[in-house]
């Protein structure tokens, strides 16, 4: 219990300082990006914003609820991201952490500052004031519609996910597999005592 409680300690430590780094680059990427451009692109931009977190949120999903006896077979006859795909599964909690909440919940929160900074530059585009009626009622509009999107979007990728959640884990397996053979780039690591822990469970 104490070894649990240390690793879930260190664990969120460690994800708190990831996810102040990606946040704090993120900001400036996607602020400095917007700066320098009119406010169509920007609805782009924050588009693209609200497809990443779909997408990683759908990646969470899709490893909650994939099972790891499929690639067994897959990884008996050495295809290349079995093995990756099985350690993403017995890592679900972790892998669903990083890609929803971190990667998700950044998402949100930088498109949202990316909307506001897209309403002043249309505000300013039509020469209206700032605080005037017509930037509240796009604030209003724009916002919606991105919150709309972002929460129907992260719907639609969960009924994908748990539908083709063995495809949507393989594909990342091979991804997984591909950076650590080209380029020896370890993104989760296998843990020994959980893999224990499934294999008695897959045996009952």
Same mark, same amino acid.
């Given at each position: 219990m104490k070894e649990l409680f240390r690793q879930s300690i260190k664990w969120s430590f460690s994800i708190a300082v990831i996810t102040f780094v990606l946040a704090a680059l993120f900001s400036v990427i996607s602020n400095s990006t917007l700066s320098g451009v009119g406010w169509t692109i920007g609805m782009v931009i924050v588009l693209i914003i609200v497809l990443v977190g779909i997408f990683f949120d759908m990646l969470g999903i899709a490893a909650t609820a994939a099972n790891e006896v499929p690639f067994h077979a897959m990884a008996s006859k050495k295809i290349a991201g079995a093995r990756h795909s099985i350690v993403i599964i017995r890592n679900?909690?972790?892998?669903?952490?990083?890609?929803?909440?971190? +990667?998700?919940?950044?998402?949100? !929160? &930088?498109?949202?500052?990316?909307?506001?900074?897209?309403? #002043?530059?249309?505000?300013? %585009?039509?020469?209206?004031?700032?605080?005037?009626?017509?930037?509240?009622?796009?604030?209003?509009?724009?916002?919606?519609?991105?919150?709309?999107?972002?929460?129907?979007?992260?719907?639609?990728?969960?009924?994908?996910? +748990?539908?083709?959640?063995?495809? !949507? &884990?393989?594909?990342?397996?091979?991804?997984?597999?591909? #950076?650590?053979?080209?380029? %020896?780039?370890?993104?989760?690591?296998?843990?020994?005592?959980?893999?224990?822990?499934?294999?008695?469970?897959?045996?009952?």
């Open positions: 679900a909690d972790r892998f669903a952490n990083f890609c929803n909440d971190v +990667i998700g919940d950044i998402s949100g !929160i &930088i498109s949202g500052t990316a909307s506001a900074i897209v309403v #002043l530059q249309l505000t300013l %585009n039509f020469h209206y004031e700032q605080g005037s009626a017509f930037e509240l009622v796009v604030s209003v509009i724009f916002t919606s519609v991105v919150a709309a999107l972002t929460v129907g979007g992260k719907s639609l990728g969960k009924t994908f996910a +748990i539908q083709y959640s063995t495809d !949507i &884990i393989f594909q990342v397996g091979k991804l997984f597999y591909f #950076l650590e053979n080209r380029f %020896n780039i370890v993104l989760l690591k296998e843990n020994k005592g959980k893999n224990k822990k499934n294999r008695n469970q897959n045996r009952k």
